[in-house]
């Protein structure tokens, strides 16, 4: 209920819209890159994605991000694959944390 009394419905709608396109934007940047692979749709806010190495070598990425203190992605098992996941779903996340995030991401994987 805060929530919807802090931003009201609109508010709320415009968020999850946000939200949702930031997410497929960093699912497009995911099939763009010939180092990562998208494992699931991503008709939401979260993204189910892979580097296309070990999977010791995608928990290894998971590690890295998250220990970096600017993002914190996490993980499943999808086909039994070691799989990551990007969720967008704070208030304060914008666009630019996003991108900061695939920067983050792409730098892990250029390290392994």
Not at 13 to 38: K, N
Not at 92 to 111: M, N, S
Request: aromatic share 10%; net charge positive.
């Amino acid at each position: 209920w805060f929530v919807l009394r802090y931003v009201g419905r609109e508010g709320v709608c415009d968020i999850l819209r946000s939200h949702i396109r930031w997410a497929q934007q960093f699912a497009a940047a995911i099939d763009a890159e010939d180092r990562f692979e998208r494992m699931a749709p991503a008709p939401f806010s979260v993204v189910c994605f892979r580097y296309s190495g070990s999977d010791g070598e995608n928990r290894e990425l998971l590690e890295k991000v998250n220990a970096s203190g600017q993002a914190f992605l996490s993980h499943t098992v999808l086909q039994g694959r070691y799989v990551l996941r990007l969720a967008v779903g704070n208030l304060a996340t914008r666009q630019k944390d996003v991108d900061e995030v695939w920067k983050l991401i792409k730098a892990a994987a250029a390290a392994l």
